[in-house]
């Protein structure tokens, strides 16, 4: 009687075994570069976040050049939260602005040219927030407080004689100011000078 060969089947379970590590190996190389262009969008969003945080405080200076809107009215408003000001000089800064707005404002409705001052002044103040971390805060809020006024008086005596005595106190107000103290360590000097002067504007309506 013959011999019947069986021959044994081989088993599969190795080539199972290798697919799937040949499947884990692909997924760990499409999940790397998935994870890679994640890692890229969020760092060019990142660099996009930088700049526009970098354009808008540029532009804060820009887009305020020889810009009126608000006038007196957005100035008294602003300076009507004065629990902001902080070590970053955001609010003095701002304060400046609408500040330089508003004496703006009022010579435009008086038909009185201040464009070379204000210009001026606008450099002085710029320099406020260059460097949050600097100590001559106070000096510069004064230099720049004390050529707006200079400003104010002049539309004063051309055009309201009556508030002299309302300008004095704006020029008082912003001589208190110790240019040699930390801003922070005054900031009832710097917001009286800011209060004495949204008052006289606002009386010059």
Known sequence: MAE??????????PWIIAGLIVLVILYFLFANGDDDEMIDE????????TTSI??????????NRNDTVGGVDGYL?????????GIDHEYTNNAIIYLMNAVQAKANELN????????????????????????NHADKIKDAGSDLTNVIENL??????DLSQDVQEVKSAVQDIDGSVL???QKDKVNKFFDEAGDVLNKMS
Do not use: C, H
């Open 54 to 63: 970098e354009e808008e405080n540029t532009a804060n200076w820009d887009n």
């Open 183 to 185: 801003t922070l360590e």
């Open 112 to 135: 009185v040219n201040i464009d070379a001052d204000i210009e001026e002044i606008r450099q002085k103040a710029e320099k406020i927030t260059q460097d949050p971390m600097a100590t």
């Open 156 to 161: 004063q005596e051309e055009q309201f004689p």
């Open 4 to 13: 019947i060969k069986v021959e044994k089947k081989k088993p599969i379970w």
């Open 77 to 85: 408003s602003y300076i009507g939260d004065e629990s902001r000001m």
């Open 42 to 49: 969020t760092e060019q969003e990142q660099v996009i976040d």
